[in-house]
């Protein structure tokens, strides 16, 4: 029984020549076994590998450790009667080619623990069956029974590219120097957790404006969320009443305002809300105000002002989720309560709330990460601000803006890393305690 | 039957509640389509700038759209839209491809890797976008996909590459259409590859569709990446791009009227289609929910 | 066509999750769930299960839900793995051969047409994915539309349809490419009560029409009796019985069959089988059965010693004629007049049972009325013995 299994112990254990050789020299497994076409690619790769490594790899690796030494020199040149410039290391490209390497050396051992059981498998079914799939019968598998791994593939590696490498990337400079400050652009350093300990500190500059931050994100995201949530609520529920009449009409005018691409609405709500914009103007010439309201000057101000064109942003989207479950909610709990004697307000409070709330807990809790890291809506509406002189994040920053800021435009790496970081960490905490209480969480272990 | 008579006969109080109702109504719509409104009033506004003493224009002009398409000394808008159209056909095909691969595989095959995937997929989920996007630049810039045109190349690589995590609303879609119809497939001699294509495919329209103009859309409004990888090069800038520069203090003067008349551009064919896909996007959501 | 032979197979559906929460609450792991069992492997949905189907043969599988009767068929139609165990087909094993070469059909509960194509698309599509050619083809379709009588919808969308006429076309896409093997997973689960015994009428015409082996799941047990040359009744994964709708009926082998099999269902008694010189005596509620000399011989064959037994009669066998001493006395709950007969229900020492008697027997004055007294007997050539601790049938051991 146990030796069937086909894992690495087994193969080393129990395997015949090939499959032992395999470990050694990758794809021999297959080769032996009646499968050359296939063990010949798996062999390609390790020499690949092999040559990688010898090529650039090991000096990648052996770089990491260091990131680099030598700083930009300026050299006289007697010849030409000029200073000549000796490029020097690179730290930002040792990291990146570091990490790489890290990554082909990971994507090389599980290669070869593959190759391995593999082996080990076909040497049993060798044995048991005296066949093997043919290179023809595997492609044909790839379009039948293995269709996954012909449609996965590509998927899988530009996410493993292009997701995956880049965060690790990123999170590796969260413990590096790497930044403008004391301009460590070209050359940098690992620096182990400082960063961590400034972002933390609440007494630096750095810790301040993150502890800050963070608050102002976390109020965002829960007004965001729950005033979104509930005005949908109520708005999805006042246009599916019995006695509301051109129901469709009054959804279009809602809809029409989340078809014009977001950018584009929240660059004019900026506009309009300037001194100058149409919304003062009108203000000013129906004579309700003497002077401009202040939309993005004063922190509160913008605040409230971000707060409520969220809410303009955002009910319409909530309306249109919410239609659909109201719709479901089972009509005897509405007639009971009725029988019972409850009012719109109780009914709204003791029964389509808490029902909606148990449906959609895992929407709200996609909501509230996407509030989080919500950048359209600040970036484009207050860019952050107002801004303190010395600061670099301004009063209406969440975590997000405020790594942009600090990465696109500071070129404080490390800082945004460590921010990137945090938030993340923050995300996950938030995530796994409303999901661990949420209905459907219990629900799932009950069904199980 | 009671529903019946109260309708016919509504007391004096419910007729005062349905007309705070509808009048409520009235003037949340008026909220909601004002700016829409006002914009489309401001694209066809004879005199510049972006603030004016007045809230409805003093002339009318369609020159303000001329411009916009014949302009091409300081922003080249027309060359903006040409390069975004090529992304989004690109991106189109590969992300179209992808989500529904992805969604596919997780909704209808059993391997020992479709939980993990899902798990990572939901991991990945909660970092922020940007922190993988600063280090995209940077692995773009190693494979020299950061000049000239090859920027293209590397928008195209960035809004499809990632979209294979993007599998909750097709996948939600294709968990409803019946086990049973893919098993009689495969006992009447189809392959993986053939019930994918002849019969869920064909079934799916709906979420086909919706896949592919959700990606066709996302490059014309997204300004973020574009800015990021784009940098200065001018002329690889994409319809977002544009649209915010001309709101910049450089412009903002002379363009105003003209970002307007490329808003309503833009945001037609846009709002069309999101109006015609928001079906989808309701169900998507509701079976997100439910699963 | 074919012969089908299934060879101790086993299904388990490994369910590492459960075991581990199991052993975590300190449960037995090898408890019992549904009543199915529970090993270190799994949950086991099908046991052990053997079954050799002859040529041409109409099988049935029936069995209440949950039994792996399903479970049986689809591992039959390659849609699921078996864990253990050897199928043949034709003598050739299976296990290994995808669906599509095991040349099965198979008629799904819910018709799984395909929404998107016509009729004629539907019955076509198992042969163009074969490549058959077109003039074959369109002979075959016909042919396949003609046996079912739906060649007037051909050009019609699955949509168009009744729920029968989608069942014939289901039938239709099974049958059009003349497969060895014919499997049908409750067809008519899903169709209202008269056009069921319609559809059928049809299947008993159309298995004298194509040659195929018939696997037949149902949970009917009229479906299974009128169907089926031979019945595999199933409980809880295990195969209970097999036989012929006669034998299942008539020599039951267990309590589980004897009340699965027969509507309505026979009725069981608590009593003792005992020895009197050398001929096996009933007793039950007071009453002396003396059963008849071929079931007193197969007592005797078995050795038989006096124990404690479960008795069972069916209604239709139960009858009202006065013999000395095997009379049973009970009151009367219900009694239905159905025309042909007259079911009364009563309660006769603590238990329910049903009694049919035929109105023939009956006279004016002598129909039952409710709370009146009713003496009965067991006709002592049909009534049954069980052993009350295993359930088996003394006899049929």
Known sequence: MENNRSNVKNALLHGDLYTRLSAVVMGLGMIGHKQVIKGCMVLLCQLAFIFFMFDSGIHALLMMPSLGTRAQEKVWNEAKQIYEYIAGDNSQQILLAGVVTCFVIAAIIVLWIIQMRFSYKLQKELEEKGHVPTFKEDIRNLFDKNLHITLMTLPCLGILIFNIVPLVYMISMAFTTYSKEDEHLMLFDWCGLRQFSRVLNMKGNIGRQFWHVLGWTIVWAIFATFLNYILGMILAMVINRRDTKGKAFWRFCFILSIAVPQFVTLMIMNIMLQPSGAVNILLQNLGLISSPLPFWQNATWARITIIVINIWIGIPYTMLQITGILQNIPAELYEAAKMDGAGPVKIFFKITLPYMLFVTTPYLISSFVGNINNFGVIYLLSGGGPTYVGDTAGQTDLLVTWLYKLTIDQQYYNLGAVIGIMTFVILTIVTLITYRNSGSYKNEEAFM | MNNELEKNKLSPRRRLVNFLVHLMLAVLAIIWVLPIFWIVLTSFRAEPGAYTSTFLPKGYTFNNYIKLFTDRNVLNFPKMFLNTLIIAIFCCIFSTFFVLSVSYSLSRMRFGFRKPYMNIAMILGLFPGFMAMVAQYFILKALGLTEGSAIRIGLIIVYSACTGLGFQIAKGFFDTIPRSIDEAAIIDGATQWQVFTRITMPLSKPIVIYTVMTSFIAPWVDFVFAKVICRANADQFTVAIGLWNMLQKEYIYQWYTCFAAGAVVISIPIAILFIYMQRFYVEGMAGAVKG | ?397
């Open chain 3, 1 to 397: 066509m074919a012969t089908i032979s299934l060879q101790h197979i086993q299904k388990i559906y490994p369910n590492a999750a459960v075991q581990e929460r199991r052993k975590k609450r300190g449960d037995d792991p090898n408890k019992k769930r549904n009543n199915l069992k529970v090993t270190e492997e799994g949950v086991v949905a099908v046991d052990d299960f053997n079954l050799e189907i002859a040529d041409k043969e109409f099988i049935v599988f029936v069995g209440p839900s949950g039994c792996g009767k399903s479970t049986t068929l689809r591992m039959v139609a390659g849609l699921e793995d078996i864990t253990r165990g050897d199928l043949y087909i034709d003598g050739v094993r299976m296990n290994d051969v995808e669906p599509k070469d095991r040349d099965i059909a198979m008629v799904f509960q819910n018709y799984a047409l395909y929404p998107h194509m016509t009729v004629r698309q539907n019955l076509e599509f198992p042969l163009t994915l074969r490549k058959v050619p077109k003039e074959q083809m369109d002979k075959q379709v016909d042919e396949a539309a003609d046996i079912l009588g739906i060649t007037e919808y051909l050009n019609r969308k699955p949509k168009a349809l009744s729920g029968g006429q989608r069942q014939r076309v289901a039938i239709g896409r099974a049958i059009v490419r003349e497969p060895k093997v014919l499997l049908m997973d409750e067809p008519l689960s899903n169709l209202d009560a008269k056009l069921r015994n319609q559809m059928r009428a049809e299947i008993i015409k159309l298995r004298q029409r194509i040659d195929s082996t018939f696997i037949y799941v149902t949970h009917d047990q009229t479906e299974a009796m009128t169907l089926g040359d031979r019945i595999v009744i199933m409980k809880d994964g295990e195969i209970q019985q097999i036989g012929t709708p006669q034998e299942v009926f008539n020599k039951p082998l267990n309590t589980f069959v004897a009340g699965f099999i027969g509507m309505p269902q026979m009725n069981f008694y608590d009593g003792r089988l005992v020895k009197e010189g050398d001929k096996y005596v009933i007793e039950v509620l007071g009453a002396r059965i003396v059963p008849t000399a071929d079931k007193q011989k197969r007592l005797k064959e078995r050795n038989t010693p006096e124990m404690d037994i479960t008795v069972g009669a069916r209604p239709e066998h139960i009858s009202l004629k006065e013999v000395d001493g095997a009379m049973i006395e009970g009151v009367v709950d219900v009694s239905e007049m159905m025309g042909s007969s007259v079911h009364i229900h009563l309660n006769a020492g603590g238990r329910d049972s049903i009694i049919i008697v035929p109105t023939i027997d009956l006279k004016d004055d002598e129909y039952p009325t409710i709370g009146s007294k009713v003496r009965f007997t067991f006709a002592p050539n049909v009534v049954h013995m069980f052993d009350k601790e295993t359930g088996e049938n003394l006899e049929y051991k």
